[in-house]
């Protein structure tokens, strides 16, 4: 028996690191056994994946014509005329959806992380609503296995649908042990982080010659800046913890955000700009085009 092809939902793959790109990376470089891994995308890989992609047992499909315009139109169409012509043994469901139609002697994973197009609908863009409501329980009852990340995802799925649980894994996400030796990263990236004096971070102003120092203390949000994240709460509470350093004369931790632009209200950008400008510990590195995997591990 030669080599288990599985294909893979890699869509997550063409941007900048993000919690369900990680689980597919960490699974393909962690899985033991002789496979081979046919990624799946509309477009191409972003860089944060070129060693993953360089792999001798991974290879990327792009997908083409006006059907690979998009994420969904790729997925849910081009991809499907691709799997039925040749079928993998086995299709992995990253984001918990599967392709229509797919081939009956291909196996199916499906990889399930919660109920925000049902609980939280608003919280996400209506294409990708649309879409998981649209295909969500044909790929439940089309699913061979289910992967759930929380025992709480688990429950949900068995009272919105009628699956086997024997069928049902909890396999939380991993975490990765730290490097003994500190990652590199470069001076540019350093100075994003870098702040005025720490004396001066309670008067909530930026001096245009005060002195650089080394990297201060901080709090870290690293998810992609969207709504469902609620990261409006996150700086209004952020403010007012400085405003109260400012008043008990504590020094506040910094507050670094590591997560990529997602898609979010103007007033939400424009509040956030205005907050980045005035208050010297809040910090958006690389203004939201995500950090790399040595820049994430080193903050």
Not at 140 to 165: H, P
Not at 222 to 249: F, I, M
Request: hydrophobic share 35%.
């Amino acid at each position: 028996m030669g080599r288990l092809l599985i294909s893979v939902d890699a869509r997550p793959l063409c941007s900048p690191v993000s919690g369900v790109s990680r689980i597919i990376q960490q699974v393909i470089e962690n899985l033991q056994g002789d496979f081979w891994f046919r990624l799946h995308a509309q477009s191409d890989h972003h860089p944060d994946y070129d060693a993953l992609v360089r792999r001798s047992d991974v290879e990327w499909s792009t997908g083409t014509g006006p059907l690979s315009r998009t994420g969904g139109t790729d997925f849910n169409i081009r991809l499907v005329r691709q799997l039925r012509q040749n079928p993998p043994d086995v299709f992995w469901g990253t984001q918990q959806v599967l392709p229509p139609m797919l081939p009956s002697r291909t196996g199916a994973v499906l990889t399930f992380h919660d109920f925000v197009a049902y609980r939280f609908p608003d919280s996400m863009r209506r294409a990708a609503r649309w879409q998981q409501k649209a295909v969500q329980s044909y790929s439940v009852r089309r699913a061979d296995l289910i992967l759930a990340n929380s025992a709480q995802t688990k429950r949900e799925i068995l009272e919105r649908y009628s699956y086997d649980r024997q069928r049902i894994i909890v396999a939380h996400p991993g975490v990765t042990a730290p490097s003994r030796n500190a990652p590199e990263v470069d001076d540019a990236f350093l100075d994003q982080l870098r702040q005025t004096d720490p004396e001066s971070l309670g008067s909530h102003r930026r001096s245009r010659n005060a002195r650089r120092s080394p990297v201060a203390p901080f709090m870290l949000a690293c998810s992609t800046v969207e709504p469902r994240k609620n990261y409006g709460l996150l700086l209004d509470a952020y403010e007012r913890y400085c405003e109260l350093g400012a008043q008990e004369g504590h020094i506040p931790l910094g507050l670094v955000i590591a997560g990529r632009k997602g898609w979010e209200s103007d007033s939400f950008y424009s509040s956030f700009q205005e907050k980045l400008e005035r208050l010297p510990g809040l910090h958006w590195p690389n203004s939201g085009a995500g950090v790399s995997d040595a820049e994430l591990q080193w903050l």
